[in-house]
């Protein structure tokens, strides 16, 4: 959910002006963690350096990456894209994340395009997480005609690359999760989506607005079994939460299976996990909803017996 009431980027845009100099690549050091504003904080850990990246929404005309050793403090925006006079989105640049793959960085992210009002996913390529980054699919991967966001990145078992995101419930009504297969090099779609899931499917997910269901932020992990999950994004009885689906074929095509309750419930989403340099399972959010106090947000998490994830720290009221 990228825009309750005043537009997100704008927020960004005031909380960030200052840090900026006039190459946009201004690095301040030591911003505690509880400084940083950002939605939707995908963090990359990079064994190669022994450095967290962490992406995700932070203004309106392209995107930063902060930098940790720590987890705690961290260095930045650095700008890594910037929005120019001729390309075609226009205002919105939510929830980068990046993905190593085949010997570079990839990073998916949603962009409105100038022409539609559209959002869509599209993927820019670097050689370092730190950028710059180029657009390497020409325009989103995601149909033409939809109001889509949130794509990630899932490779399968055979090596085929796959983009899970969300069709949005501003179009539908009842928001869904789908996967696309995209070719190997990722600058193009390989055939229509299939429909994951909707929003409602979820027994923990209550309507936005009346009846309106809405899909954020899928991210998929294997668990310890083999098994395949997707954390994933809308709003339940505390406001903003996260969820989880298992695919009870173990494949991305499904069928998914709804947790009955939210992996984190109380007004905050949009969670990845990675694995900290020392072994410890984090999921990473940002909370709370509500602009522009939004920050980042670790959690450890554990697996169960059964597959399932738990966080171990208790929800801070």
């Not at 939605?39 to 929404?57: C, H, I, N």
Request: hydrophobic share 35%; aromatic share 14%.
């Amino acid at each position: 959910m990228k825009k309750p009431g005043f537009p997100v980027w704008l927020f960004a845009l005031l909380s960030f002006g200052s840090l900026y100099a006039q190459d946009g690549n201004v690095l301040p050091a030591g911003i505690p963690t509880d400084g940083v504003h950002i939605r939707d904080p995908f963090v990359l850990a990079d064994s190669s350096d022994g450095t967290y990246y962490m992406y995700g929404t932070t203004r309106g005309d392209g995107f930063d990456v902060f930098s940790s050793r720590d987890l705690e403090t961290w260095q930045g925006p650095r700008a890594i894209f910037q929005r120019t006079p001729d390309f075609w989105g226009d205002q919105c640049f939510w929830a980068a994340e990046c993905h190593a793959y085949k010997g570079k960085y990839y990073l998916f992210a949603t962009v409105r395009g100038a022409a539609d009002s559209l959002l869509g996913t599209a993927v820019f390529v670097a050689d370092s997480p730190k950028g710059p980054f180029r657009e390497h699919s020409k325009g989103r991967l995601t149909p033409r005609t939809w109001q889509a966001l949130d794509g990630t990145l899932y490779v399968d078992g055979k090596g085929n690359p796959w983009m899970v995101f969300c069709h949005e419930w501003t179009q539908l009504g009842d928001g869904t999760v789908e996967a696309v297969r995209l070719s190997r090099d990722l600058k193009k779609a390989v055939g229509k989506p299939a429909t994951l899931f909707r929003a409602s499917s979820a027994p923990w997910v209550r309507p936005h607005t009346p009846g309106n269901y809405v899909t954020d932020g899928p991210f998929l992990y294997r668990n310890r079994k083999g098994e395949l999950l997707m954390l994933w994004s809308s709003f339940g009885d505390r406001g903003y939460a996260i969820g989880v689906a298992r695919s009870q074929s173990g494949e991305v095509a499904g069928p998914w299976l709804q947790m009955p309750e939210a992996l984190f419930a109380r007004d905050g989403g949009h969670g990845m996990l990675f694995r900290a340099f020392d072994g410890e399972l984090l999921l990473s959010i940002h909370r709370p909803n509500v602009p522009p106090d939004e920050r980042p947000r670790f959690f450890r998490v554990e697996e169960k017996a059964d597959g399932s994830l738990c966080l171990v720290e208790k929800q801070a009221e």
